[in-house]
C-alpha cells in the first residue's frame, strides 16, 4: 500500500517561514518525480514545485524565489522550504508522487497552510 504523508504545516505570521516534509512508503521513491501542490478555499488545485528524479526542478512564478522544493531519496522524503510567506500562500499542501511513465501517480492527505498576522 502506497503512503505520502505530509507534515510541516501550521500557522505562520507574514514573512515567516515553514518546512514541509512528505514521506512516502510503498514506492521506489527514486524512480518517482516528486510535486507539491495547493489548493485554497473556492480554487482549483495547482502545481507549487516540482522535482524530478534527476533533481531538476520547477516552480509556480508565484512563489520563485521564496519557495524551494528538494528531495532525499535515501529517506524517501521530498520537501517544500516555504520563506516569506504571504497571506496568499494559505492553502492545504499537498504532496504528489508520479512514475517516470506518467502513471501511477499518488497523493497525500494534505496539511493545512495559513499565513496571518
Known amino acids: 500500500q502506497v503512503q505520502l504523508v505530509e507534515s510541516g504545516g501550521g500557522l505562520v505570521q507574514p514573512g515567516g517561514s515553514l518546512r514541509l516534509s512528505c514521506a512516502a512508503d510503498g514506492i521506489r521513491f527514486s524512480t518517482y518525480h516528486m510535486g507539491w501542490y495547493r489548493q485554497a478555499p473556492g480554487s482549483q488545485r495547482e502545481l507549487v514545485a516540482v522535482i524530478s528524479t534527476g533533481s531538476s526542478t520547477n516552480y509556480a512564478n508565484s512563489v520563485k524565489g521564496r519557495f524551494t522544493i528538494s528531495r532525499d531519496n535515501a529517506e524517501s522524503t521530498v520537501y517544500l522550504q516555504m520563506n516569506n510567506l504571504r497571506p496568499e500562500d494559505t492553502a492545504v499542501y499537498y504532496c504528489?508522487?508520479?512514475?517516470?511513465?506518467?502513471?501511477?501517480?499518488?497523493w497525500g492527505q494534505g496539511t493545512q497552510v495559513t499565513v496571518s498576522s
Open positions: 504528489n508522487a508520479v512514475a517516470r511513465s506518467g502513471y501511477p501517480k499518488y
